[in-house]
């Protein structure tokens, strides 16, 4: 342990002496009452500290002491279904020991140490063991077994002593290796280090998200990133919330950095009702919350998101797939800005350190598909939020953070006044996995990559067709170009717009989602031979299976896709009949 003293108070950030020994990114127990703090930098006999808690009151000439050890994470058995701190506190005893508002200096420890787990050992004594080996698995909750892993940076390689299976605390020793070193059931992990893995793999299955215009459209992959910029009150977080919920990723780390509580609220509140559709579970069995808002301090929202991705490398490592949401980069970009302030660092570009980029790539590059220490494949998806001043992506926050994520889900102004959620636009955003997720998609269905395409290249259609509306008016425009125009809302009303607080619409499965497109477009190939031998448009817009078609979203549960065969025979019929109708037309 060594101590030092305050020289120096700048908001979060302390200046302390007598420090020099102690490493960068070292935790230190600032001032009396033990704030929890980390040494960012260290100059000439003056140790910089950022300091994790609220430190009004804190004076200078008090103790500052350091135990040597980074900031750390505890990894274990306990971790699901909790909400913590930027800090790994859990919100829910502190606020039992202290009330709504903390305390300064108050601790316990992240994960239960009382709580009894049931561990099935899988190895014994005398077995060799290599770092991130399975010793034996917890089921954590129902649908969560956990792998006890040898930690990464052991040593030992024998198994000297080793339990067999049993109930155990977090705090008991379940083996000790040759070297002396005991294994426990959960263990410790600085957060800015990222867990090792053996390799880096390809990415190829889609994290299907349940959203159609992700899933169909601009797809992420497991393992991917992802960013959903957009202005303030276009649907961030409720597209954050959706992909939580219905996404088929085995585990969330929901990180709320400097956003509302209430929305944390909304998911502590609305999580625990909701079911998982694949394992029949409760939502909150998969996920873990942490909850840096905006009241709670500027430090500690920094370092939140470290502490996410940490925990989701945890579990990636037991081979998982785990999707992180963090809400938003934009405020945590502003924490740095203002710690960075506060250093007195020289500022760049709308007064962000020079650092940002180096930042988020640290972060976004925490991602993906690996095979893990213990030979488990295991993935990673980040889905960033990032909220523009003004909408205007092209601040520092947007654009850097456009060079580090390959899927862009921009939210558009325009859509979000005229409801139209959720208000990702379909020009401007990208995905850059479609190709990787081809053979999964194709493997449902063979044309989804010229459905997409076909469907793409419609609206792209539509969007120069409504410059000309604008201008002209639609009257002057020829009926297989007024054919686009009437496709293109089916497609914008009955597959982009998706209603979160409808009961059927909330989630589609893959199949449903490529369905209602392919009928939409079947829709467009069948209509445009009707155009083409003349039948006017308003009679193929008139056709009743039109409506059917874009209420399939909301009328028709995912269990009950066999009736879109009774449509598509419908929609095949009607359009016949039209064409008949009009060939005797002709001929008479
Ligand atoms: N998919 C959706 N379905 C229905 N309503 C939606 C959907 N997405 C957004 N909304 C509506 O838009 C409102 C604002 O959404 P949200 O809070 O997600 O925006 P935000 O971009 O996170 O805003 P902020 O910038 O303030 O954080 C919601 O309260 C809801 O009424
Ligand atoms: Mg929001």
């Not at 083996?175 to 294994?183: M, Q, R």
């Amino acid at each position: 342990m060594i101590e030092g003293k305050i020289t120096r108070i700048s908001g979060p950030i302390v200046m302390a002496s007598g420090l020099d020994n102690c490493g960068l990114y070292d935790v230190v127990d600032v001032g009396e009452s033990g704030l929890i703090g980390e040494i960012i930098r260290q100059n000439q006999g003056c140790a910089t500290i950022q300091v994790y808690e609220e430190d009004t009151g804190l004076r200078i000439g008090e103790k500052v002491k350091c135990s040597l050890r980074p900031l750390s994470v505890l990894l274990g058995p306990g971790l699901v279904g909790t909400i913590y701190d930027g800090i790994q506190r859990p919100l829910r005893e502190l606020s039992e020991k202290s009330g709504p508002f903390l305390l300064p200096g108050i601790r316990t420890s992240p994960i239960d140490e009382d709580r009894i787990w049931h561990f099935k050992a899988i190895l014994k004594e005398g077995d060799s063991i290599y770092p991130g080996e399975v010793l034996g698995t917890v089921q954590e909750t129902p649908s969560i077994l956990h792998k006890i892993m040898v930690p990464p940076n052991i040593k030992g390689k024998i198994l000297e002593k080793m339990t067999t299976s049993g109930d155990f605390t977090i705090k008991d020793v379940i083996a000790v290796t040759d070297l002396g070193e005991e294994i426990r059931l959960a263990h410790y992990w600085p957060c800015r280090v990222a867990r090792p893995f053996t390799t880096k793999l390809t990415m190829s299955e889609p994290l299907v998200t349940g959203q159609r215009i992700i899933d169909v459209f601009f797809p992420l992959s497991k393992g991917g990133t992802a960013a959903i910029p957009g202005g303030f009150g276009t649907g961030k977080t409720m597209t954050q919330h959706a992909i939580a919920k219905w996404c088929d990723a085995d585990l969330i780390v929901y990180i709320g950095c400097g956003e509302r509580g209430n929305e944390m609220t909304d998911v502590l509140t609305e999580f625990p009702k909701l079911i998982d559709p694949r394992t029949g579970r409760s939502l909150m069995e998969r996920t873990i919350l942490i909850a840096n808002t905006s009241n709670m301090p500027v430090a500690a929202r920094e370092v939140s998101l470290y502490s996410g991705v940490t925990l989701a490398e945890y579990y990636r490592d037991m081979g998982m797939d785990v999707a992180i949401m963090a809400d938003s980069t934009s405020r945590w970009a502003e924490a740095l800005r203002e710690l960075s302030g506060r250093m007195e660092e020289m500022p760049a570009e709308e007064g962000f350190p020079a650092y940002l980029p180096t930042r988020l790539a640290e972060f976004y590059e925490r991602a993906g598909r690996v095979s893990g220490l213990s030979g488990e494949t295991g993935s990673i998806s980040i889905i960033g939020a990032v909220s523009p001043p003004g909408g205007d992506f092209s601040e520092p926050v947007t654009q850097h953070t456009k060079r580090f994520i390959r899927c862009f889900w921009a939210l558009d102004r325009e859509l979000a006044n005229s409801r139209h959620y959720p208000a990702i636009g379909w020009i401007d955003s990208y995905s850059e996995y479609a190709d990787e997720v081809r053979a999964w998609w194709e493997h449902l269905d063979g044309d989804w990559y010229k459905i997409r395409e076909d469907a793409l290249n419609l609206l792209k259609k539509e969007q120069k067709l409504q410059q000309i509306v604008r201008l002209i008016g639609s009257d002057t425009l020829p009926d297989s170009e007024k054919l686009i125009l009437v496709v293109a809302e089916m497609i914008k009303n009955g597959f982009l717009q998706q209603n979160a607080f409808d009961k059927i619409d909330v989630f589609s499965v893959p199949k449903k989602e490529l369905e209602i497109l392919r009928l939409m477009m079947k829709f467009y190939d069948l209509g445009r031979s009707l155009v083409k031998s003349g039948v006017p448009l308003v009679k193929i817009a008139e056709c009743p299976v039109r409506n059917e078609i874009v209420k399939i979203k909301t009328t028709i549960p995912n269990e009950n896709l066999q009736v879109l065969q009774v449509i598509e025979a419908k929609l095949e019929t009607d359009f016949e009949n039209l064409g008949k109708i009009y060939k005797k037309g002709g001929e008479s």
